[in-house]
């Protein structure tokens, strides 16, 4: 409150200034903790109701209950009077309480009638119960009175009266005979509300003489009976129809008080033959359809929890065949008085300002009137800090020891209201409610409330800080609350943490803290999926979910928004299995995932599919020879709709306990129209199928007999082929016993030549698939027929088939074989067709049979050569033969071919082949290689395929880089099968090329290689070879091998003394290596008696040559070294230097050891 606000004049403004201290007044809490040590005037927590109607069989109970600090002593008044409770012996006050028990046992009940009212007081204030009005229930008897017997002429109305004696309360009235049965009420007979008996029109059995009126008294369960009541019913002048007319209430127009919250009763009753028929509205509105409800056949309306708008005219409608009549019933709402707000404790601290308000209504407007501690304003001490207007009270500027309670009355002439409300100042520093380190849990994105409810007076100003450190201001996403909760709106996993609550006022401060959780939410991430499963299978649902790891999940799943039932259900973390699934398994199943906080929740429908039922009631109607119409019921569908029908029959006759399908109907059908065949006893079923399968089929259909018929078809498959020379065997299909049609069937055959112009011969045949001619022509074409007969005719025009009789081998060979030889190779032959007759069957081409039988030249030897076969299909003259060999003689002969074999051949035919190129030398080597020669031999070709001409040479050098050099060309003759060339280079590489030729020209070559002697006076490759990668690589193997080993030579060197290695060189010289001549560069004499070893990976032919292809990587090829040689394990030990200076201060040239030193200045 802002203390320091100037007062402005007039109550208004003031009432206008202090509006918000009513919203911020301090409520009492109801910790205990809190109660046990705060001041508190009485407050009223039990009394017994303003209006008490006791038994006086029992004993009276008036309560009075309250509490305060300290607990209130209680006083009574009756009548107005002090009540002194402790003078009566009969009156009992129970302890610690005011609620009185008065003992009516032998006393009248009537002395202790009146109007009692209860005080509770304490050093703080009193407070005052309602104005308890005790009444004792009564019951009187009947008043004496004796009924006139009542005769009433039929048709006419009647009213019995009831007139009750008043009871407390009133009675309950009903009719009923001697026999304690109750009389029969409906439309035309009907009670009233105040008990009389009402009849619309009487009947003859109406007539009796016991209509007895019951009243019950509830209090004292009595009943009190008026006597019996005689009606007869005259029939000696009835009266006639009329229209209706109201018995109760009379006239056109009545009234109608209710006070507002009761109920409203109305009534229209009315006479009139036939029975009229009561309906109601409201004039100028609605009648209150949720409120409202109809008893006693629509002639009572009652209306529950009146309001000021059910007020109004009110329209009752009587009704009958003769016309209609109305009554308005002016209904009038009042109100006793009603809170609209009730005054409200208030919990003040020194200095502060505090407003009571009693706000009532009612119709008539009640009188407010306001006491303090029980007593009148007006009489009570003056108090310049309270003003009164009306239904407000304020308080300014209240001090310590000025708590009172204070009494609101409201009353009008329908009834009173009263409320207590006390004023307690207090100065109490804060107390903080909330239980200390509570933990508040929360799911992220929803709201998070962190409470710090406190107490204290004044009331505690709250402010909050995070983590002790941040301090927490109205605004997003913080709300602070009036009463001290901090409010996030959307919880964050960042709001989590520690919260300070501190509440503070004038005489103190107090904190408290708390702990935020925000936890990941719930979430189903598979949910369960619709299924159809067919029946007896397992149906299983999937659930899995995702959640916060600290919550603990509870899955349960629900059929139908009900627990599973138990059985064949089986629940797994994630999923739900449903074993042997039956019919009553479908509905809809729902996984729910349960934590601490949150749930999340998916469904999913099961639909349980099977075969359908199968079809009943089959029917056949419309029946003709040919056709019937079937009809049949569908059977249930088991949820799959049915896709379609098969119909089926068995042939009692032909095929009994065979059923053959005869054709579908669409799934939507329930008839069919069947085409039929004659001579057929016909039983039909039905199956239906649906997406799971067929159903069992329907029980068969009633048999249906058709009559025997002339065949409608012939037999199939009709075939004539001949099997032996000059037969023809007929064969077919035979028909079925339905497609037979009658008894009796057979076939009848036809044949004739074809083109002759011949009459059919036939023949009939039992009921057979077979039928062979004999003595006939060889392989000449036929027609046949075959007939289907049986006791009722043949069968159609059957179709004619052709073919042959049977056949043989050719009689005779092709005539006039000549032979084109086109080249060397290929050759064509041509021959003279056989006549068709003498073919003697299906013609199906020639083979030409050709053997080699000799070669022309002269000293070819001739080997055996085995015969050669060439088809050539269908009817041809003519034929290629290829893949010949040149210059030689061929024979050959032809055969004709059929479907049996191959005829004669005909006259032997012999040709040559012209010449032709030759075949490859069969070997070419070079031998006896030198520095500038290279001797060659060969052998002729295998085949010379002519008269062999001579030979053709060509040779070029090869250099180091595989580059050819110029082509030199030689040719000899037949006979000459060696040359030696000379003037070639030394260390040289030569490829050479040979082929042979005849007068056609040259044939294939072949190709050799060699090399000539190496001149060790020429080095000219020594730099070439040092670029190379593969020597490089070399070179630094072997200097690394050189380099161990000069270490290891060191070594020993130090620890055995000198080693003498020139010494030994010089006297163990190697007899054969001799010095190179200076003068003219070439080798001295090289002796050796082993075959030369060439290096790793090489190879060396007998003639002593080295093939380049081979080898490419020898030293030798390259010249490198002066003195190349070789170990006998093919090892290189000569050195890789070149030819060396001489030495002035030496005599003669002599040939170095190789040392490590000199292997290493090779590579300088």
Sequence with gaps: MDRNRKRVPGFAAVLLILLSHMTSALEVPLDPKVLEGLPQPPTITL???????????ENIVIHCEAKGKPHPSFLWTRNGTHFEVEKDSKVLMKPGSGTLVI??????AEAYEGTYQCTAHNEHGTAVSNSIVIRQSRSPLWSKERNEAIAVQIGGSLV???????????PVIFWMDNNFQRLPLDQRVSQALNGDLYFSNVLPED??????????????????????????????????????????PQGTTSTKMVLRGETLELECIADGLPTPEISWQKDGGELPSSRMSFYNYKKTLKVSDVNEADGGDYRCTATNNLGTVHHIIQVTVKAAPFWVSAPRNLILAPNETGILTCRVDGKPKPLITWLVNGVSLQNAPEDHTRKVDDDTVILSNVQSGSSAVYQCNASNEFGYLMANAFVNVLAEPPRVLTPPNRVYQVITNRPALLHCASFGSPIPAITWFKDSQTSVKNGDPYVIHDNGTLEINVAQPINSGKYTCIATNNFGIKENHVYLEVKEPTRILKQPEYKVVQRGMSAVFECRVKHDPSLIPTMTWLKDNRELPDGRFEVNME?????????????????????????????????????????????????TERSVHLTWIPGDEHNSPTEKFLIQYEDLLHQPGVWINLTEASGTSTTAQLNLSPYVYYSFRVLAMNHVGYSQPSQPSSQYRTNPAAPDENPSDVQCLGTMPGDLAISWTPLTGFQANGPSLEYKVLWRQKDTGEDWSWQNVGNASQFVVSGGPVYVPYEVMVQALNDYGSGPEPEVVSGHSGGDLPLSAPDSVHVMVHNSTLAEVHWEPVSFPSVRGKLEGYKVYYRRESGLHETEEDAEQRELVLTFSGNRSEGRLPGLQPYSTYNLTIRVLNNKGEGPPSPSKTFTTPEGVPGPPSFLNAINPSLDTLTLQWGPPTNNNGRLAGYTLKYQPVNNTNELGPVKVMTFLANETTITLGNLNSSMLYKFYLSAKTIKGSGPIITEEAFTVMDTTVANRQVDIATQGWFIGLMCAIALLILVLLIVC???????????????????????????????????????????????GSRTPSNGTVRRDESDDSLVDYGE????????????????????EKDTHEGNESSEAPS?????????
């Excluded at 009394?47 to 069989?57: A, C, E, G, H, V």
Aim: charged content about 30%; hydrophobic content about 25%; proline content about 9%.
């Design 103 to 108: 003992d009516i046992s032998g006393e009248k």
């Design 1050 to 1096: 060191f070594i020993k060197r130090n620890k055995g003394g000198k080693y003498p290695v020139k010494e030994k060189e010089d006297a163990h010289q190697d007899p054969e290596i001799q010095p190179m001549k200076e003068d003219d560069g070439t080798f001295g004499e090289y002796s050796d008696t082993e075959d030369h070893k060439p290096l790793k």
């Design 47 to 57: 009394q017994s109701p303003k209006d008490y109607i006791f038994d006086p069989r």
């Design 575 to 623: 999923s739900l299995t449903i074993k042997d699934v039956t019919e009553e398994d479908e509905g809809t199943y729902t996984c729910i995932m349960n934590t601490t906080l949150d749930q999340d929740s998916a469904s999913a429908m099961l639909t349980v599919v099977e075969k359908p039922d199968p079809p009943t009631d089959l029917e056949l109607t419309d029946q």
């Design 1156 to 1164: 490590p030193v000199n292997a290493m200045n090779s590579f300088v």
């Design 207 to 248: 007539t009796r003489s016991d209509y007895i009126c019951y009243a019950r008294f509830p209090h004292t369960q009595t009943i009190q009976q008026k006597q019996p009541i005689s009606v007869t019913v005259l029939d000696n002048s009835p009266d006639g129809e009329r229209r209706p007319r109201f018995m109760m």
């Design 1121 to 1140: 070294g002066g003195d190349g040689q070789f170990n006998e394990d093919g090892s290189f030990i000569g050195q890789y230097s070149g030819k060396k």
């Design 160 to 170: 019995l009266k009831c007139r009750p004696p008043a009871g407390l309360p009133p």
